[in-house]
Nanobody
């Protein structure tokens, strides 16, 4: 099973930017970014399919977040601009599983998960 590891979290003020990285231990077909804040369910933020580079975003982050990849480094990124306090959460990357255009946002569709990285946005 492929191992995933996130990095790049931190604290920023509203309107600021952060870039999260997710390193995979092997080749992966699809990677998703998720987030979870206290008392809330884990939600899908963005996903990228490695083949054609198809991307998907949650409505709440469209136009602000961008998911990308560097296949040579087996690393996937989540560029987050225009951060809002409601973006505060632990962010996870995940890979593989039963993922397609209809299931990309479902945590249950993914098989391999990182340990998460905290993002805190202050107002």
């Amino acid at each position: 099973q492929v191992q995933m590891m996130e990095s790049g979290g931190g604290s920023v003020q509203a309107g600021g930017s952060l870039r999260l990285s997710c390193a995979a231990s092997g080749y992966v077909v699809v990677v998703g970014w998720f987030r979870q804040s206290p008392g809330k369910e884990r939600e899908g933020v963005a996903s990228i399919f490695n083949g054609f580079g198809s991307t998907y975003y949650a409505d709440s982050v469209k136009g602000r977040f961008t998911i990308s990849r560097d296949n040579a480094k087996r690393t996937f990124y989540l560029q987050m601009n225009g951060l809002k306090p409601e973006d505060t959460a632990v962010y996870y990357c995940a890979a593989e599983g039963d993922v397609n255009s209809r299931t990309w946002y479902r945590p249950s569709a993914y098989r391999s998960w990182g340990q998460g990285t905290q993002v805190t946005v202050s107002s």
